[in-house]
């Protein structure tokens, strides 16, 4: 069975019928003991988990990954995407939708957003997004969604293999030989994670720790951001602190050392810096001599020029050029970054991690804007020519005011006529059916393949998407069933749409692997199984 099909080309001919000759081989080696084992059926069972551990799922998505990276390097029309899941049932839905409307996973990942496991999923309860979650909850929504995944397809194949079986029955070879070659080209639904690990949680040896931990789940990307950990803010909120870069360096090259030593040679490490939109600094970095790395970091420090014995007690003085100058510092022991300087040193940190070590990069932004992108990645490309980004197509992002700002400034700037319209204002239904609105959603349409080919946008993500979609359906199905519509509120809306608009889910009973777990009963027992899936089960109603 060829799940690398995207990777290595045509499926294996008769993949499914070796693994039944290899059973029957050791079957027989057991001299009768085991003879209540059926071959076949032990090769559908390990076709139906191909994945052994999540080292091999790591492996196997990291090699996609590059792969993809490629393609997108030769064609920046090939960039991938992936959607934020908070639980491994999103995640499994996702991709079940994506094969069914799409017919392939290529270039389709799943994200895990650090932000959704502190809002949903630690013990504690709902946090920000601040990194005091526990550290293990990661790792293990990272080990669950790959379980849904797998089990997707064991789903999915368990209905091959049924087929399979009514054709023997019917006597219509055409067909079971059409269905064996189905399931030997068969795509799993197991894709690649980029897994947010914060700021490391903790110093180098933490974030090490943790790396091994979600590489072991089956994560193939790990991101990681320049935030100082103990004081670690979401990317899109105010009094972010950023750390020298060999603090950070350290980490990015803790995870390498995972990587290496779990033997995902070609594992991700995706680093973001959060400089844009961060004024503050924990650390005056280490600084040997004139224009070396420490002396970069310092050169953006918001510093006043003081002369020799002018000290106040307990300042800290820093000698540039033959001159002293003290740094700001706040009354939380923070130094201050002089302002306007956080594109600098965004570039900075970019090229820096890229030349240590870093296969892609996240620029943090305020709002999406191509141009505001583009501008940073030209420089970067300057010194880095394939430099990559990962973006964070954010709902923090009011979209639709942005872009109808950014339409209104560009009709204003191009001398056309924007009376009719209040730009503070433009959210307002009143403007949804004006050219304005039209061309703003236009460009919001467009802007995954805008930002691609214009700023080195490999793979768009939206970070907490179904964060707002469980809150919305959830919203629009209370209103409805506990108000005067009652029952018809979830048939009309959610089943009668489910069954219309073939969603699997709508036979709940074989999602959760009611068919699967029959299929096992009869392995086990024969004739004498006690079956769920007979004449009464209602699942049946749905065809």
């Known amino acids: 069975m060829n799940y690398q099909s995207t990777i290595s080309g045509p499926g294996q001919a008769n ?276 224009g070396d790395l420490g002396d970069q970091y310092n050169a953006f420090l918001d510093c006043e020029e003081v002369a020799a014995g002018e000290g106040r007690n307990g300042d800290v003085i820093i000698n540039r050029n033959g001159k002293l100058l003290r740094p700001k510092r706040l009354a939380s022991n923070l130094y201050q970054f002089r302002p306007g300087t956080g594109a600098d040193r965004c570039v900075l940190d970019c090229i820096t991690s890229l030349q240590n070590g870093a296969d892609l990069l996240w620029i943090e932004t305020e709002k999406p804007h191509v141009e505001q992108i583009a501008s940073m990645v030209d420089r970067i490309r300057a010194v880095v020519p394939n430099a990559k980004l990962v973006y964070n197509n954010s709902p923090s992002f009011n979209w639709t005011l942005n872009f109808r700002q950014q339409v209104y400034d560009a009709w204003k700037a191009a001398g056309k006529d924007v009376s009719a319209y209040d730009r503070p204002g433009l959210m307002s239904v009143d403007y949804d059916r004006t050219d304005l609105a039209a061309e703003a959603d236009e460009r919001i349409r467009t802007f995954q393949a805008d930002g691609s080919k214009r700023a080195g946008i490999f793979h768009h993500l939206i970070t907490l998407p179904t964060y707002h979609t469980a809150a919305l359906s959830t919203d629009n199905l209370a209103k409805e069933y506990f108000g005067d519509q009652g029952m018809l509120g979830y048939v009309r809306n959610v089943q009668r749409q489910e069954i219309r608009q073939g969603i699997a889910c709508v036979k709940h009973q074989n999602m959760a692997g009611s068919d699967m777990g029959d299929d096992h009963k009869e392995y086990f027992a024969g004739e004498a199984a006690l079956k769920a899936g007979g004449t009464h089960n209602t699942m049946n109603q749905f065809g």
């Open 15 to 290: 993949e499914y019928q070796s693994h039944i000759a290899q059973m029957k081989q050791l079957i027989e080696r057991q001299n009768g003991t085991w003879s209540g084992i059926n071959p076949e059926s032990v090769a559908r069972m390990r076709l139906q988990n191909r994945f052994q551990t999540g080292l091999d799922i790591a492996r196997y998505t990291a090699a996609i990954m590059r792969k993809d990276m490629a393609a997108y390097d030769a064609d920046p029309a090939l960039y991938t995407q992936s959607l934020g899941c908070w639980h491994g049932f999103i995640g499994q839905q996702k991709m079940i939708s994506i094969k069914k409307h799409f017919g392939t996973t290529d270039r389709r990942y799943l994200y895990l957003s650090g932000w959704m496991v502190a809002a949903l999923r630690s013990e504690f309860g709902p946090l920000p997004d601040q990194s005091m979650h526990e550290k293990t909850s990661v790792p293990a929504l990272i080990e669950e969604l790959y379980t849904f995944l797998r089990q997707a397809d064991a789903r999915e194949l368990g209905g091959m293999f049924r087929a399979i079986d009514a054709a023997r029955a019917a006597g219509d070879g055409a067909k079971e030989q059409e269905l064996l070659a189905a399931a030997d080209n068969f795509q799993t639904h197991v894709v690649p994670i980029i897994a947010d690990i914060d700021a490391g949680f903790g110093n180098a040896e933490a974030t090490y720790l943790l790396a091994k931990k979600m590489i072991e789940a089956g994560a193939c990307a790990l991101q990681i951001e320049n935030q100082v950990s103990d004081e670690k803010q979401c990317g899109h909120q105010d009094g972010k602190v950023t750390v020298p870069h060999e603090v950070f360096l350290a980490k990015v090259r803790a995870c390498r050392y995972a990587f290496l030593e779990l033997g995902v040679e070609d594992g991700i490490i995706v680093t973001r810096t959060d400089s844009l939109g961060a004024g503050l600094t924990q650390q005056i970095a280490v600084s040997h001599e004139p």
